[in-house]
């Protein structure tokens, strides 16, 4: 059972950093596609990064530059590292998980930016 688990989110003022984990089980970590997800109040989610099996990432426009999506296979866990960030940065996060077009999600981990 493929389980999905996001951790760091919380309050930071604009500008400030935060750094997002999702531990995942369940699966072969190495050989699929992570990504990270996000939600605001009355907006569709929308992809923030992606990152291949191969390290091969891709990004918002509007993260590029202050977003860094990494992995490390050893520990099954994805990050999002996230800087300067800003009030619209709000949303609720999700991890996701891509292996041949089955998708799973986790819970979701709440970020909020204080301007």
């Known amino acids: 059972q493929v389980q999905l688990v996001e951790s760091g989110g919380g309050l930071v003022q604009a500008g400030g950093s935060l750094r997002l984990s999702c531990v995942a089980s369940g699966m072969f970590f190495s050989i699929t596609t992570m990504g990270w997800y996000r939600q605001a109040p009355g907006k569709q989610r929308e992809s923030v990064a992606v990152i291949t099996s191969g390290d091969i990432t891709n990004y918002a426009d509007s993260v590029k530059g202050r977003f860094t999506i990494s992995r490390d296979n050893a520990k099954n866990t994805v990050y999002l590292q996230m800087n300067s960030l800003k009030p619209e940065d709000t949303a609720v996060y999700y991890c996701?998980?891509?292996?041949?077009?089955?998708?799973?999600w986790g819970q979701g981990i709440q970020v909020t930016v204080s301007s």
């Open positions: 996701n998980s891509d292996l041949v077009g089955q998708y799973q």
